[in-house]
């Protein structure tokens, strides 16, 4: 066999083991998306109602008054198009691009980020981070076919998952409401902490709100992170902003998120804007009166 010869076999190879990659990859985001849906069972007919805000610290009851519409049924899956910055440590200095597709299913406490990030050389990471059926997970894949590193099945893995779910709510707002399972405690007239449990892992985070009533910004002292090869916590806090009108709510469009350092310097990671959004709603009981955004 000519050196030609077994250049082309060996192109055709390795053409062949990346397609087979890439479909195993899309494959697993793909059924981590379809279990995710699969295990929400909301109850039809269920509807926002101000009424019952009354008990609520006061800047929650503000803020839900402004992010949700009375009377709207409530969110079951929220499907997001994001692009924007991310890196990989606190220390790093390399930034890279990135694209994502989101889906959070506030019913069944779950989300599913599919994201792909430019590296130099023309070369791309899929990441795939989730929290489905109370287990978190995540996954690395170099040109979205070859894995190389994976994470799950940790306790660890489940709290800092689920506290991302939490933190991203202001995206899905009703998931923020006390039938979606969230218990707030007041903190004073323009914070208050939520509180999240799901199976045997729960999470708290102190939200802040400004005049307008909407979230800028939450903070917990502890979420668990992977840190040079193990977990640990460490404070970490994120900001929203750029607030505009969708499907009936006013959502942030822009956000970030960073960790403390342990300097106690607050060191952003990942910075986002939502360039698409698209909601489905529990759906009605048979005759009940319709919901026009």
């Given at each position: 066999?000519?050196?030609?010869?077994?250049?082309?076999?060996?192109?055709a190879?390795?053409?062949?083991?990346?397609?087979?990659?890439r479909?195993?990859?899309?494959?697993?985001?793909d059924?981590?998306?379809?279990k995710?849906?699969?295990s929400a069972r909301p109850?039809?007919?269920?509807?926002?109602?101000?009424s019952?805000?009354?008990?609520?610290?006061?800047?929650?009851?503000?803020?839900?008054?402004?992010?949700?519409?009375?009377?709207?049924p409530?969110?079951?899956?929220a499907r997001?198009?994001?692009?924007?910055?991310?890196?990989?440590?606190?220390?790093?200095?390399?930034?890279?691009?990135?694209?994502?597709?989101?889906?959070?299913?506030?019913p069944?406490?779950?989300?599913?980020?599919?994201?792909?990030a430019?590296?130099?050389l023309?070369?791309?990471?899929?990441?795939?981070?989730?929290?489905?059926g109370?287990?978190?997970?995540?996954?690395?894949?170099?040109l979205?076919?070859?894995p190389?590193a994976?994470?799950?099945?940790?306790p660890?893995?489940?709290?800092?998952?689920?506290?991302?779910?939490?933190?991203e709510?202001?995206?899905?707002?009703?998931?923020?409401?006390?039938?979606?399972?969230?218990?707030?405690s007041?903190?004073?007239?323009?914070?208050?902490?939520?509180?999240?449990?799901?199976?045997p892992?729960?999470?708290?985070l102190?939200?802040?709100?400004?005049?307008?009533?909407?979230?800028?910004?939450?903070?917990?002292?502890?979420?668990?992170?992977?840190?040079?090869?193990?977990?640990?916590?460490?404070?970490w806090?994120?900001?929203?902003?750029?607030?505009?009108e969708?499907?009936g709510?006013?959502?942030?469009?822009?956000?970030?998120?960073?960790?403390?350092?342990?300097?106690?310097?607050?060191?952003?990671v990942?910075?986002g804007?939502?360039?698409?959004?698209?909601?489905a709603?529990v759906?009605?009981?048979?005759?009940?009166?319709p919901?026009?955004?």
């Amino acid at each position: 066999m000519s050196g030609w010869t077994m250049a082309a076999v060996a192109a055709a190879a390795a053409v062949t083991l990346l397609a087979a990659g890439r479909w195993r990859e899309a494959a697993q985001a793909d059924g981590l998306r379809t279990k995710l849906e699969e295990s929400a069972r909301p109850k039809a007919g269920r509807r926002v109602d101000f009424s019952t805000f009354d008990d609520l610290p006061a800047p929650v009851a503000r803020y839900l008054r402004v992010a949700l519409a009375d009377g709207q049924p409530l969110i079951r899956t929220a499907r997001m198009r994001q692009s924007g910055r991310l890196r990989t440590a606190t220390d790093s200095a390399r930034w890279m691009s990135f694209r994502a597709q989101h889906l959070a299913v506030p019913p069944a406490i779950g989300f599913v980020w599919d994201a792909t990030a430019q590296m130099p050389l023309g070369l791309h990471v899929r990441v795939l981070d989730s929290y489905v059926g109370s287990v978190g997970g995540g996954r690395i894949s170099v040109l979205s076919a070859l894995p190389v590193a994976t994470a799950d099945r940790a306790p660890e893995l489940d709290s800092g998952a689920l506290h991302r779910y939490l933190a991203e709510a202001v995206w899905y707002p009703s998931a923020l409401l006390p039938e979606s399972g969230v218990i707030w405690s007041a903190v004073d007239d323009r914070s208050a902490t939520a509180t999240l449990g799901d199976g045997p892992t729960s999470v708290s985070l102190e939200f802040s709100f400004n005049d307008e009533n909407e979230v800028i910004a939450i903070y917990t002292p502890g979420r668990f992170g992977r840190f040079d090869g193990a977990y640990r916590q460490a404070g970490w806090e994120g900001h929203f902003s750029g607030y505009m009108e969708r499907a009936g709510m006013r959502l942030p469009s822009q956000g970030e998120v960073g960790w403390y350092d342990d300097a106690g310097v607050l060191q952003i990671v990942w910075i986002g804007t939502v360039e698409e959004a698209d909601y489905a709603f529990v759906p009605d009981e048979p005759g009940g009166p319709p919901f026009v955004p």
